[in-house]
């Protein structure tokens, strides 16, 4: 069926439960980011592959909703169907909340799948409309019941996540987290937070590609840790998880648990990773809510164990990018295309010690497919690379001791003089963010600036924040710390980890993007308060042949001098001589 | 009394009543920043006379809050009394709310004055109690009760504020607020922000001095505007509102109105702003909540009249200040003190068209009591000032045709490399404020870093935000927009005013500020979003003998000499021949 034969579909079945406005979310019941084809119900709808989208339907329009990253996809991908893309955060776009609201008329229905939802995006909705005495049917899942080839869900077994590796045991996480939870009052917490899941009980699993979260539910109290996963995936992991204590239950019996948990009355959760449908059955308890779940919390500051391994595994994966960066120099214009290119930095990877798999799709995206954020070569059909111009590789890898995610972007001949002035403008971007010093208390809305203004200056912005939190061999963005512009109340705390990746985006042209990971270190404790800053431990040459040096002040030329020493030294003593040279070259001072 | 015999008898009251923790607030029923003594019952009970604060009084602690531009003053004004300051911007200071919530027992009693604290106020409280079984008891004035020689309330007329000051009519306002209203589909519309009301109805009053709004209530619905004021103000005005279709009702009536209303189910307002007593009667209807007030957001922008108004002010008032300098450069070191200078700058202002009064209580502060960032002078009581160090004054007049806002640190003499190398930093901050560009959506959160970031490259920071919006002679801190590096959502939006404020302060040494007003101003659309500047209007030198001319980039000196030329331009013309020669000796290039 085409996009638009399914629109049709689903409004006879809207007509059939006498619903006016459907909403359609791509997501799970623990409201992830990344999430199983079998949940992805806005792709099979709306052919849109991107992974932040919601679509909403009546008998008269098909909108779908997603944000900057996505524009220039998304238009790609609706086209030639029905459904219009409403940028989700372009001044004036209504949120698919008000749209749905103000598109149902009075005494209307508005139906939706309970468990896709969150409670907080219902809640909202239930505020909106209520003036307007619309209905809501919450249990509805029109799209499950159209969609016939629907992808089964994962059966990879889950597998312990080694203390040598994550630094903490399962039981001294559990110990604190109900010291916070105490502190909170709560008797029980109802986690939802898949990768937080798999942090708290040290296991990892395989639902997806790139993803080492698995499926699964936890409810914690004083006495008991339960998690709730598909029992088959629990083979391996059985014995050892109950001789910790944790209980465990099939993902199912979740519903049945909750209606008849008697252990006690206050249940904290987080209204945004909950789904509709288990804040439902916690109704008649006392509802405690966090904004963030205390164990996103915990997880986002990195143990001593993890920040070692995390240097380790950058050193690895600084090597990987030499040697790739090397042979994408040495085989531009040779045949080969994004798809080799993407390919080729992950056998690079592979070679080293306790890689697993990329920790996300690898971008690799020649010129004007670089203007698209998060472009994705498809093999067979995807661009040549030439021996000219510059490929965006935005790459990473999960291994058993740590994630990586790093972008350069690569010169390969040839580029105009405005390209380059794109590519000093992001290092000034890039340098201005790593070189930060802040107060302790700033959130990312405020610490966003520091690399926005320098494009500012220029009245250059690229739509999308300018760093995430980065999981440990977990999800790739991970909160609740984020460098972006949009309010957002998370305190940079020492140990957590952040990308540093501003960006310039020419539509039709090119992309620049320049990508390292940093973490939080303290700084300095005087009379005006405590300072904090950036220290930067990706470790990989940028592409001196972008750099227009007339561009850089002194301070930022010592920056990207100091920056490349430090690439140069971590680095120089693990590669043989041919490569060694060529570091050398491409990390000298300018 | 002194402070503590007072919490003495306090407490007494509160055991009649069986109350475990106390709540005094100094607001007014409206929630103002600034209110007359007869409100101030903090001031009453602790002898804190800043303008915001808080006490929390238990059996065995006694609490004020108060925020960063009031930490050193608080400290003094409490010395001598069981009071602790709570410091309550500081990491891990916990909010008055939550020490009332943590240090009342289970089944507890907390007590407070409903119409002096807001509704929002009483919900977070509600919210932190609800699992500990505590009561509310919300009609309990028991400092007023021990308050013998409360003063009493103004009497001050109100006048009408002439449209060619103010630019647009109240038939217009009430018109174009009533569209807001409309599409927000509320019946009603109940307003307690007095100097929202004195904006809507063009009106002006002299309850304290300083500020030229008056005690009042608003209530709007599609047929009525009732103004609720004590009448007896109203005899200049009463034929003009009532030809322009204004209910006029005693402002005693309001709680009555309230309950008898009966054209309309859903009321709009403003959780911050509506006191707990009011919101109680509102509570069988449907309350829909603005977390601005519609009419605070739309006094905000400038209409093109008060911007052309402000231009002249503007001018007004940068002579007066420039006749200020001289005359302060010349007497310093003869015999003159603080309350002489304040003095001076108010007597200068009144010399120009449309002078009313101040616009706030003058700062003037000598060297080390410029380190409090609000320091007030008391005649008999303050600094001489010598013919070296620095005088910093932040003063402002209301004029009928707008009012302004100015610090001005001025140097008498010798000063320390140091005291230079905080002024440059300080100007520096200024600098790189006055000069953002910045994307159209981006909140003061975000644009507070283009002051904060010069300052913490040297672990250097100031604890206030960086600007407030102004009142058009009305509240000199005005909302929604403000410079600060906590979460605030409001959107800088073309026509809105800005102060521009960073200091630097160093307790027991000197304080340096330096201030501008600035209006916001469209700048470059592109293919990246709406580009967004400011544009300062105060017009007078920055002192140059402070100046480190080695710490500013070319950059940066290019923008003091732009200000300079533009300063001489726009005042030399209209000053006799020794005070133009004396500007343009202040304005030279560097």
Redesign the interface.
Known sequence: MTADEKLSLLRQLMKRESIDAYIISKNDPHQSEYTPDYWNQVKYMSNFTGSAGLVVVTMDQAGLWTDGRYYIQAERELANSAFILHRSRD?GVRCFEEFTADETAEYGTIGFNGSALSMSQVKKIEKLI??KHIALKTDMDLVGEMWDDRPALSKAPVFNHALRFCGVSRAEKLSALRKIMKKK?ADFYMISSTDDIAWLFNLRGNDMPCKSFFESFAVIDYENAALFIDKDKTRDVRSELERDGITLMDIGDIYEYLEQYNNGR?VLLNPDKTCYSISRILNNR?I?ECETDITTSMKAIKNSVELANLEKVNIRDGIAMIRFILWLKENAGKGIDEADAADKVTEFRKAGENFVEPSFTTISAYMANAAMMHYCAKRGACARIRPEGALLVDSGGNYYDGSTDITRTIILGRVSDKFKHDFTLVLKSHISMAD????????G??????A??PM??E????KSGTGHGLGFFLNVHEGPQLLT?R?N?AVFEEGMIITNEPGVY??GEYGVRTENTMKVVK??D??????MKFETFSYCPIDLQGVDAGMLTSYEKDWLNNYHKMVYEKLSLRLPAAERAWLAEATRSI
Chains 1, 2 share one sequence.
Not at 445 to 450: A, H, I
Not at 526 to 531: R, S
């Open positions: 001044h209520q003036l009052l206050v006392e405690s930060a010093v802040f107060l302790y208390g700033a959130t809305t405020s610490l966003d600036m520091f926005r203004m500012w200056k009245c250059v912005d690229y512009m309010p109340a020419r539509e700084y300095q005087n009379e005006f308060g405590e300072f």
